[in-house]
Nanobody, 124 residues
Framework: QVQLVESGGGLVQAGGSLRLSCAAS????????MGWFRQVQGKGREFVAA????????SYADSAKGRFTISRDNAKNTVYLQMNSLKPEDTAVYYC?????????????????WGQGTQVTVSS
């Protein structure tokens, strides 16, 4: 069973940047696709970005394209989400997710493990 621990959230002004990290343990990290989702209270989890097990393929929600970058370091068992040009509507709890497949996915039901979440707040 995988354990995922996110870090890097916080409070930032609109236009600023944050980098989220997610450290994984308990599985062969380099066999798993990884994703980032976000959730606002009262709403479902929204797909943000995903990366294949090798890191060779990535996918982004339209809201993230051009501003966010997902990456991974398989030697460190860590996946990152670099977020630039942040907007108040990016405010949410951000979750790291693990998928026991090589390939990308954008639905929460296609992921097998979840972190505890990290709060990102963007002030206007």
């Amino acid at each position: 069973q995988v354990q995922l621990v996110e870090s890097g959230g916080g409070l930032v002004q609109a236009g600023g940047s944050l980098r989220l990290s997610c450290a994984a343990s308990g599985r062969a990290f380099n066999r798993d696709a990884m994703g980032w989702f976000r959730q606002v209270q009262g709403k479902g989890r929204e797909f943000v970005a995903a990366i294949s097990a090798s890191g060779g393929s990535t996918s982004y929600a339209d809201s993230a394209k051009g501003r966010f970058t997902i990456s991974r370091d398989n030697a460190k068992n860590t996946v990152y989400l670099q977020m630039n040009s942040l907007k108040p509507e990016d405010t949410a709890v951000y979750y790291c997710a693990q998928r026991s497949r090589w390939s990308l996915a954008d639905e929460p039901s296609q992921y097998d493990g979840w972190g505890q979440g990290t709060q990102v707040t963007v002030s206007s």
